[in-house]
Each structure stands twice: as structure tokens, then as C-alpha cells.
């Protein structure tokens, strides 16, 4: 895996458990499959990690390099990141859904109006909400320079990812409350 900067941050290496270097993985996507044995990822700092094997009952990944608990300690608390391309080839999106990384940068759209720019993606609770700065004609006119969207379909009509456009419905009337 050649080092790259559109790099997605996907897991958290956790306590080592047992002799011979497993650890707690904390998994920061909704695509558990992509970790499977011969998957490589990076850390921050450029190391590559191949994953030996995974167990997603237990969230523990025992990576190549750690031959015993001594090994595995070195890691404890580092991110893993995979590429765009990677994340694309290795995680199946059913009919409707988008990575994240797809929607950041969108256009949000009501009724002709755009409202402003997808900036950011939060998972508050079970629900994502879309972090929208305010267009600045918006903000020209008293409202706030920022405001949240539930990602569920109350408010968010459908997603153009060729325009790269959230076409929302209802969703105004959030920015004029918020």
C-alpha cells in the first residue's frame, strides 16, 4: 500500500490480550468485512500493518508483526487507515448507501435554494447527522453560519453523487430554528 493523503480513518488498536499479540480492535466503520487476513492498513506515521486474522466476535486482530504480547503493546492506541481506493474495492454498499467520504463537499439543495455545504458527518446516538455550513447569503440574512441535518428520511430527499448534491426536504426550516 503506497502512502497516500486521502487516508480514512477506520480503527483503534486497543489493550493487547493473551501471549501472543492480540489486541482489541475498535472499529470506526460500519464495514467490519474489510478486516480480513491479508488486508493491509497504516498508521499515522506510514507503518503498514497486515492483519494475520480477525475475530469479529470479539473485536481482537492479530496483526503480522506481532509475534507475542511484547510486540503488540508498541500499537496499543494507534489509528488505522485505509485508502479511498481500498475502502471502495473492500466494503459492499447496498443499493442507497454512500460512504461518508462521497457526501463531504455536496451541495445541499431545497427546493432550488441551496442552503449550504456538507462540511463534516457526526454520529450522534444510532443517527448521522450532516454538518452543513450555511450558504452566505443565508448568513447574509441573520441565520446561523452552521447547522445540523438528521441523515434519515424526514429530511433528506436523496443524494446526487455524480452532481455531488443533498437534495433535502424540510431541512430549511431546521436552519431557520437552529
Not at 10 to 39: N, Y
Not at 61 to 89: G, H, M, P, Q, W
Not at 164 to 173: C, E, G, L, M, W
Request: net charge neutral; hydrophobic share 35%.
Amino acid at each position: 500500500m503506497k502512502r497516500e493523503k486521502n487516508l480514512i480513518e477506520v480503527a483503534v488498536i486497543g489493550r493487547s490480550v493473551g501471549l501472543r499479540g492480540e489486541q482489541k480492535l475498535h472499529l470506526l466503520t460500519d464495514f467490519p468485512e474489510q478486516f480480513k487476513k491479508g488486508a493491509v492498513f497504516v498508521t499515522k506515521d506510514g507503518e503498514e500493518l497486515t492483519i494475520e486474522r480477525f475475530n469479529p466476535s470479539r473485536s481482537l486482530v492479530k496483526f503480522t508483526s506481532c509475534k507475542n504480547v511484547d510486540d503488540a503493546k508498541k500499537y496499543i492506541n494507534k489509528k488505522l487507515y485505509a485508502t479511498l481506493e481500498d475502502t471502495r474495492k473492500n466494503c459492499d454498499l447496498k443499493e442507497g448507501e454512500f460512504f461518508w467520504f462521497d457526501i463531504i463537499g455536496s451541495k445541499v439543495k431545497e427546493n432550488d435554494k441551496v442552503l449550504g455545504v456538507v462540511k463534516d458527518i457526526e454520529r450522534i446516538s444510532s443517527n448521522d447527522y450532516l454538518i452543513v455550513k450555511t450558504d452566505d447569503s443565508l448568513v447574509g440574512n441573520g441565520l446561523p453560519k452552521i447547522f445540523y441535518i438528521p441523515y434519515i428520511d424526514q429530511y433528506i430527499d436523496r443524494f446526487d453523487e455524480k452532481e455531488k448534491i443533498v437534495y433535502t426536504k424540510n431541512a430549511y426550516s431546521i436552519l431557520e430554528n437552529s
